[in-house]
Structures are given as C-alpha cells and as structure tokens.
C-alpha cells in the first residue's frame, strides 16, 4: 500500500492508504483509535496548533473521499470524531478563561509582570523569601502613610513572586510555589517546612491586600482575598471579619 504523512509541530502521523473496504473496515473499527490520536493535538492550547489540526483534518477527509463510497463513509465517521474533539476543545478554553475571569485583579495583573518580577520566580527559595519580606514591608510603610494604591501594590508584588498567572499560548495558567503539586520543577522538591515558610509569607500578603481592598470598596475582591488568608489559617481572625465587612 502506498504511504502519506501529514505533520503538525513536532508529531508527526502516518496514514496507510489501502483499497476501499479495507480502509472503511480499518477506520470504522478503529474510530476510538483515531479520536485518541487526534484529541491531545485539539486540546493543545496555541492559535498555531489549532490552525494545523484544521489544515491537517482536511487533508485526511479529503483523503478518504476520494476512495468512493466506502471513504465517504469513513470520511463521515472522521467528520463526526473531529466536531466531537473540538467541542471538548472548546468546552475546556471556555471553562479555563471563566475561571482566569473571576479571579481578582490583583491576580490577573501578574500576566503582565515583567522584569525582576518574572526573573525572581525563577529564583532560589531564600532569594524569593527575602524580596517578598522586603516588598511587604514596603507595602506596610505606603500603608501606614495612608497611601493605599502603592501599599497594595507592593504587597502584590511580594504575593506574586509565589502565586500568579502565566500567558501560555490563549490561555493563561495560574501558579502556586507552595501547592502540593507545583507546576515547576524547581518547586517539586521543596520540604514541607520550606513551603511552610512560603505560607508564612504569602498568607500576611492576602491578609494586607484584603484590608487595602477593603478600603477601596472593593467587596468582591475583598472576600477573594480574605478568603486565601483563611484557606491557609482557618484561625485569622481578621481575615473573617474583613471578609464580613465585605
């Protein structure tokens, strides 16, 4: 039989193309096989993949109309796994970019950090203890002057060298240093007692933005906020009540 290859970033799929029942029998029987190969391509998040998954699923219908009748059937059955796998597609986006919505501003404002910022979460354990406890207390200092806009900022800051949200082709993945399973490598290892530390210094930072919010009138954010203090000290009695008063 003759063989075509059709190639999308670095996958690479082989069709064999066989006489007419064989190829309706092989791609009727096989319906489960070809959704699974195609699927984890649909579900690969960048605008570029997606443009090469509809280039490459014409190809292939293509391919099996022109063996008659049986490969129109086939070419049916094609049809119907692909429309299935990009409503998964679309159903998944659809649900990830609601939840990148309803996160607070403070925390969708990470995507676009830049510089040290993005450096330092690359950086070792001490190194992003110390600049977050630095940009802290910077923030306590705007807040004691009454300055609540800087002094939130700077608690952002400090918040987001260990909690935040990366662009990651059209969507956007948020990140925590000290979760049980951290999405970087460089944070797999860490101890139970260093991501301890982490939450001694993360939890005061939901703790001072939520009383800057607070200030503000800004309930919503106020209640997310006061809300990830209590998920780390269900004990913070400030936290309940700043989140009562929003």
Not at 79 to 91: L, N, P, S, V, Y
């Amino acid at each position: 039989s003759n063989s075509k290859t059709f190639e999308r970033s670095q996958h690479t799929v082989h069709f064999s193309v066989a006489p007419p029942a064989p190829l309706l029998q092989v791609l009727c029987l096989s319906s489960r096989c070809l959704f699974a190969l195609f699927c984890p391509l649909i579900t690969r998040s960048s605008v570029q993949a997606n443009s090469s998954i509809v280039g490459c699923e014409s190809h292939v219908r293509m391919s099996l109309q022109d063996r008659g009748r049986d490969g129109e059937d086939a070419a049916s059955s094609f049809d119907d796994i692909m429309k299935t796998a990009m409503e998964m597609k679309t159903a998944q986006l659809k649900e990830l970019r609601q939840r990148f919505n309803s996160f607070p501003t403070f925390v969708k404002a990470t995507v676009a950090h830049k510089g040290e910022v993005v450096k330092l979460r690359r950086s070792d354990l001490e190194t992003r203890l110390n600049k977050s406890e630095e940009w802290r207390l910077q923030g306590n200092a705007q807040y004691k002057e009454g300055n609540m806009d800087e002094a939130a900022r700077q608690y952002e800051y400090a918040l987001s060298i260990f909690r935040y949200c990366v662009q990651d082709g059209d969507l956007v993945r948020y990140f925590e240093a000290d979760a049980s399973e951290s999405a970087h490598d460089f944070d797999k290892d860490l101890s139970c007692a260093e991501r301890q530390r982490i939450k001694e210094v993360v939890f005061p930072c939901y703790l001072n933005i939520a009383a800057c919010l607070l200030s503000a009138g800004e309930w919503k954010d106020t209640v997310f906020a006061a809300s990830q203090a209590i998920a780390l000290d269900d004990g913070a009695a400030k936290a309940y009540y700043r989140r009562g008063l929003a």
